[in-house]
């Protein structure tokens, strides 16, 4: 006689689904959560008359109800769309190099492109030649990875095949020759926290081809509606919860998952487990060394932990029109190099390339009327800030966020007049509430060697499963889309 | 994807064999077991396990009591921010936040300062009971007020009452030592100018510092007095700002409740902007029922039955906090500020009705799916709660 037929570790996007699905298809589930929240990073935060949004950005995988994508599909599977509302972003983004280059694109292949050539007017042929090429090689992907033609090969889809693995800024460089150009183009590659000389092909063209075929999306209340609406349901269908209630240990005998002990000490049987937690901190972390294969010991030490980030939170005391912002999603860098900027997530210098966004503009209820919030984030490793002795912290972290500060108000110069609240997250911050190892937030790097064709997130221990960004790709559609993944194998393993 | 499919990608046979490579010559990553919540244990540990090392008379109704470690480490802290203590008082498990009063410069010890107060369950306790060598348990620090260099200003306006001058005190100090380049303005008022908690040591940083003013008002002055009498108003304050502009300054409040919705009234007479001034949390209001929107049907002294998911059910009065009365039956929950913003306490109304008084910071989604901060909700029906 066990507990409950499933215990899931952590209440994050994976955990969520994970749980919501095991609890739907009746299978007596407990949830476990060291915070008082759900969400993980699918979270919010309360400051004065603000509540800020901590991860999400741009949803992807959403579009339309006649032309549902994937997480659409999902959410809809799992019967919690009639409890959101989601907001259509026009733009993919607004890229700026202050001094050197302004352009936004919007979420129209045919738009996007135009407003490309109107700025490179001697690049048409390249600007085409390379959205061919990234539509080309989605379609390809869609049949060989999503439909899994079972006759897939390299001469049937020689452009997957071919590109899959080539390094995103070779492909820039074949079609693109002003650097601002390709910047343009490839600012995505900071979604993913690997510069283009890095990042996957592949990777970087679905990215692109995904916003601007299913459009990027806003949640009507932020992710912690998405993660709140998520538990709900999950309570509805029967699942049960414990905030406040951290896992110390996973249970095992016999090479096969036996229950858990929680932070409290309280022990609970189970024989299915999907932990949320991450596979390394679920390895390292959970469960006694010698209950690990050594080969899991391998695959976790061969693997780089990704990056993590600093975000700066702005509430301010007006609308974005007033302070001139009339793009969500705005990319700002300093350099055409991506490479250094990319060195810069590496130090404690200031960052060459950040993100700000103002949610106020495609949702006007996001903040009190007369007020919007901003977030300007930056990637950062933990390694710098890990070095940094605790009573120099805080001086660190305010003088890490003035630099970005600065590089915002060169684009916005009046937010600065208008800041009513504002605090900053760094890698620690991260750790401290994801308890992942570097305080990272897409989960393993996205590098070719860690991507998810390399990735075997099965575990070797039966009745493990993992749900979360350490299963392939990091942000808000995979890690959804992993915990209703695990959820169904340990289904069908209950069903044998 | 099928591996006979991967491996027909251009590239792939050469990763695989980077992989190949980096496995043979592995990271052992469970030498790291721990480490994550290590780093983070000398930033945010959950919980401190203090002793009180010497306890200072300060004035005739307030005692200074010197916190120290008995882990050896306590981690740093903004000044202003707070710590909350955990204390069983007369059988009742429960907990206060107090301001650190010494200096951030100095993490050997942190220091509280408590002024009797009437009626002060928790306060005249630790005055009355606690001795050197006593130990407790209290939250790392946290809270939000103290001073934010990207966007406060080195112009500062401190607006003190009474035991509110705790957190102005740390940040006075940290100032002071470190030299660092803020103008501050400290306006602080007493009851009585005999009983002014900080007098004397304030005065010598006056003296010692340009850059530091201190401004004493005293509602109830003895003969003898001659400064400012009465409270702190616009004309006041603008007085002792003499010869700037207002505006640009940073204005921090931190008191008892009286005195905010007062001062807050006279900032905005001399047109200060919101986002220019930061206010204290100051704990659920002393009568709820005289609180706006509190309805005129339900009295202090009405009994509800609060039911819990884990089967226990208890009595609890509508003008007391539902953390209270939990406490009051042994249930503690996890806390900081006592003050509905930090969250912790965050529980499930399964069912019934409550009221939080405005301030309270729930999120949008919580209000929707019935989350409830225990520490300054209050029962106006039988309730049901998830604990």
């Not at chain 2, 907990?95 to 300062?113: K, L, V």
């Not at chain 2, 380049?181 to 510092?209: A, C, N, T």
């Not at chain 2, 609060?306 to 009595?315: H, M, P």
């Not at chain 2, 929950?333 to 913003?341: A, K």
Request: aromatic fraction near 10%; charged fraction near 20%; glycine fraction near 8%.
């Amino acid at each position: 006689m066990v507990d409950y037929d499933a215990v899931v570790i952590g209440a994050g996007n994976g955990g969520l689904t994970a749980g919501l699905t095991l609890a739907r298809a009746g299978v007596k589930t407990l949830m476990l959560e060291r915070h008082n929240i759900p969400g993980g990073c699918a979270t919010s935060f309360v400051r004065g008359r603000f509540e800020f949004e901590v991860a999400l950005h741009q949803l992807s995988g959403m579009g339309t109800e006649s032309f549902p994508g994937p997480l659409r599909s999902m959410l809809n599977d799992l019967n919690v769309i009639k409890d959101l509302e989601f907001v259509q972003m026009e733009n993919l983004y607004r890229a700026v190099i202050p001094g050197q280059m302004d352009i936004t694109l919007k979420a129209d292949r045919g738009q996007a492109i135009q407003a490309l050539k109107a700025k490179f007017p001697q690049e048409t042929s390249g600007i085409d030649g390379l959205f061919d090429l990234v539509w080309a090689f989605c379609n390809q992907w869609v049949h060989v990875a999503i439909m899994r033609d079972p006759e897939a090969s390299p001469e049937k889809y020689p452009i997957y095949f071919q590109y899959a693995l080539k390094d995103t800024q070779t492909v820039l460089n074949t079609f693109l020759k002003n650097p601002l150009l390709q910047s343009a183009v490839s600012i995505y590659w900071s979604y993913m926290g690997m510069p283009p000389s890095r990042l996957p092909f592949g990777d970087f063209a679905i990215i692109f081809w995904a916003y601007t075929e299913f459009k990027p999306y806003h949640i009507k209340g932020g992710s912690q509606a998405l993660s709140s609406s998520l538990l709900n349901a999950y309570m509805e269908a029967g699942g049960e919860v414990r905030f406040n209630c951290g896992v110390r240990k996973i249970l095992v005998e016999n090479n096969r998952t036996k229950g858990v002990v929680t932070d409290q000490g309280d022990e609970i049987s189970t024989q299915r487990i999907v932990s949320n937690a991450g596979s390394y901190s679920t390895y390292v972390d959970l469960i006694d060394r010698e209950h690990v294969p050594e080969e899991r010991w391998r695959e976790l030490g061969a693997r780089t932990i990704g990056t993590s980030a600093v975000t700066v939170f702005l509430g301010m005391d007006a609308e974005p029109e007033d302070l001139g912002i009339r793009e969500t999603t705005n990319f700002i860098t300093e350099t055409t190099d991506n490479d250094l900027a990319f060195a810069t997530f590496k130090t404690l210098d200031s960052p060459k390339a950040m993100l700000f966004t103002c949610y106020d503009v495609d949702d006007p209820d996001f903040s009190p009327k007369g007020a919007c919030q901003g977030a300007i984030v930056a990637l950062a490793y933990s390694e710098p800030w890990l070095s940094i002795p605790t009573t120099r912290y805080y001086e660190t972290k305010y003088r890490y966020a003035q630099d970005m500060l600065n590089t915002l108000y060169k684009v916005f110069p009046d937010c600065k007049n208008h800041i009513e609240e504002m605090d900053v997250a760094t890698p620690l911050t991260h750790m401290r509430y994801l308890g992942h190892p570097g305080g990272a937030i897409y989960g393993f790097e996205q590098s070719a060697k860690d991507s998810e064709l390399f990735l075997d997130s099965a575990s070797p221990i039966e009745g493990l499963y993992h749900a979360g960004a350490f299963t392939g790709m990091g942000g808000f559609q995979p890690t959804l889309m992993s915990g209703q993944s695990a959820a169904r194998k340990v289904i069908r393993a209950l069903q044998k | 994807m099928k591996n006979k499919v991967k491996k027909q990608i251009s590239g792939f046979s050469e990763i695989e064999k980077e992989i190949e490579i980096l496995r043979k010559h592995a990271l052992d990553r469970s030498v790291e077991k721990g480490q994550v919540s290590q780093i983070i244990h000398r930033l945010h540990p959950r919980k401190l396990n203090l002793a009180v090392s010497e306890i200072h008379p300060e004035t005739g109704s307030a005692k200074t009591f010197r916190l120290v470690s008995q882990d050896h480490y306590l981690p740093p802290f903004q000044a202003g921010q707070y710590i909350n203590l955990f204390l069983d008082v007369n059988g009742i498990l429960t907990s206060r936040p107090y301001s650190i009063s010494s200096s951030p410069c100095q993490t050997a010890y942190y220091d509280i300062t408590v002024r009797r107060i009437k009626n002060g369950f928790f306060s005249n306790y630790l005055l009355d009971e606690i001795q050197p060598g006593d130990v407790f348990q209290s939250t790392s620090p946290a809270g939000y007020f103290h001073h934010n260099p990207l966007f406060h200003g080195k112009d500062l306006v401190f607006i003190a009452g009474g035991s509110g001058i705790t957190p102005f005190m740390s940040m006075v100090r940290e100032a002071t030592d470190k030299k660092l380049d803020q103008q501050i303005h400290l306006i602080y008022g007493s009851q009585q100018d005999d009983d002014i908690i900080f007098q004397k040591e304030l005065s010598e940083r006056e003296s010692s510092h340009a850059n530091l003013t201190v401004t004493h008002v005293i509602t109830e002055p003895s003969s003898s007095f001659s400064g400012y009498k009465g409270f702190i108003t616009a004309e006041l304050i603008q007085t002792v700002l003499a010869g700037t502009n207002p505006a640009d300054k940073m204005f921090y409040l931190c008191g008892p409740e009286a005195m905010y919705g007062f001062v807050l009234s006279q900032l905005e007479m001399l047109g200060i902007p919101k986002r220019r001034i930061r206010v204290e949390i100051f704990g659920p209001p002393e009568d709820i029922t005289a609180h706006p929107g509190w309805p005129e049907t339900i009295q202090k002294e009405d009994w509800f039955q609060i039911r819990l998911s884990q089967g226990r059910t208890f009595e609890a009065k509508a003008g007391e906090t539902l953390m209270n009365s939990l406490e009051r039956n042994g249930i503690t929950l996890e806390t900081s500020c006592r003050s509905g913003v930090c969250s912790l306490c965050r529980t499930k109304l399964v069912s019934g009705k409550v009221f939080h008084p405005a301030g309270v910071q729930i999120r949008k989604s919580d209000r929707r799916y019935g989350y409830i901060h225990p520490c300054t909700a209050y029962p106006l029906e039988d309730l049901e709660l998830m604990i």
